[in-house]
């Protein structure tokens, strides 16, 4: 699957990576999944790295109905989570760019877009500075 997750649960923190060409039913199955780990939490600031996409599904009506459905499993009431993007290529600020516009106006959530690694994780006071080092010390 091109979407993987990783919880660091000592951290509040989800990891997940995108890779290759990115089918909208791939991003909801992950969200999904993500949301039923028994180490999931609400409070749990999403960190989602789109470095690795090359391409996405482009059908606008099925981006929007993905988009209506994608809080359901990542937002819960009363919690709010940052999700921070790591999108440091053309196509991946248009996804980056989606999201934070079909977000607009949620409660729930703080979203926002880095074009670089270490400027996420800045944000987020971790001591690494690149997701490899995050990556190896889970």
Avoid at 31 to 52: F, H, N, V
């Amino acid at each position: 699957m091109p979407v993987s997750f990783h919880i660091f649960p000592e951290r509040n923190l989800v990891l997940a990576r995108f890779t290759g060409h990115i089918l909208l039913a791939d991003c909801l199955s992950s969200a999904k999944a993500y949301s039923e780990d028994p180490r999931a939490s609400p409070l749990q600031t999403q960190l989602i790295d789109l470095s690795g996409v090359t391409s996405y599904e482009r059908d606008l009506v099925q981006i929007m109905s993905m988009m209506a459905r994608l809080p359901d499993h990542l937002l819960k009431p009363g919690y709010e989570p940052m999700i921070l993007y790591v999108a440091p290529s053309r196509v991946a600020q248009e996804i980056a760019g989606m999201v934070l516009k079909s977000m607009q106006g949620i409660e729930g959530a703080i979203v926002r877009m880095f074009e670089e690694e270490a400027q996420a994780l800045e944000v987020l006071g971790m001591p690494e500075r690149s997701l490899a080092a995050l990556m190896a010390r889970a």
